[in-house]
């Protein structure tokens, strides 16, 4: 599995990372069941040392969740019914071995319990169906290979971040260089 104490995802998982993003996956588990099924069906990518040929992406090493779990609210036991289990059913039928991270930033209808769902399920840093899950709070920032930072910022209901989250992030962000790239993750409706 990955390794939980490692300082970054690069190396908690010991390799390049891949990043699978989803959000809003749904009203129902077939449609949920759906969603999956494109999520880690092979695709294509454009062959960069090829040009007009092209290479099978690997499945992501994580599985980020870009707001909205479950609707209408994103309890805990919707999240479990119809994300956590058909995507882990999905994803057992095209199993590689590999570990993978769950990663997430809440969005508006993950916020409807008082974001104890998404808590429950993104940040108490456990397994989860075949996912680890490596986050602490409902926003967080990833450090990626080449400079790349991954930022996922918890806007609430719609509102600017918190002094607690903005002091969090002034703080996980202090190695951030000029010229680092930043991809920044926020669920607004």
Not at 89 to 107: I, T
Not at 108 to 137: E, I
């Amino acid at each position: 599995g990955a390794n939980e104490e490692a300082p970054t995802l690069v190396e908690a998982l010991g390799r390049d990372v891949w990043i699978d993003y989803v959000a809003d996956t749904g009203d129902d588990v077939a449609v949920s069941r759906a969603v999956a099924r494109l999520l880690f069906a092979e695709y294509e990518v454009p062959d960069p040392e090829r040009p007009g040929e092209h290479l099978v992406a690997p499945r992501g090493d994580v599985l980020f969740f870009g707001g909205d779990t479950a609707y209408p609210v994103a309890t805990a036991q919707e999240i479990a019914r119809r994300v956590v289990h058909p995507f882990s059913e999905v994803l057992a039928h095209a199993a590689d071995g590999k570990p993978r991270v769950l990663l997430g930033v809440p969005g508006n209808h993950d916020w409807y319990d008082g974001l104890s769902g998404f808590v429950n399920t993104f940040a108490q840093k456990s397994r989860l169906g075949l996912w680890q899950t490596f986050q602490r709070r409902s926003y967080h920032c990833v450090k990626l290979p080449h400079r790349h930072w991954l930022v996922a910022v918890d806007i609430q209901l719609q509102c600017d971040i918190d002094v607690a989250q903005r002091r969090w992030f002034e703080s996980a962000l202090k190695d951030l260089a000029p010229g680092d790239h930043v991809v920044l993750c926020l669920a607004e409706p």
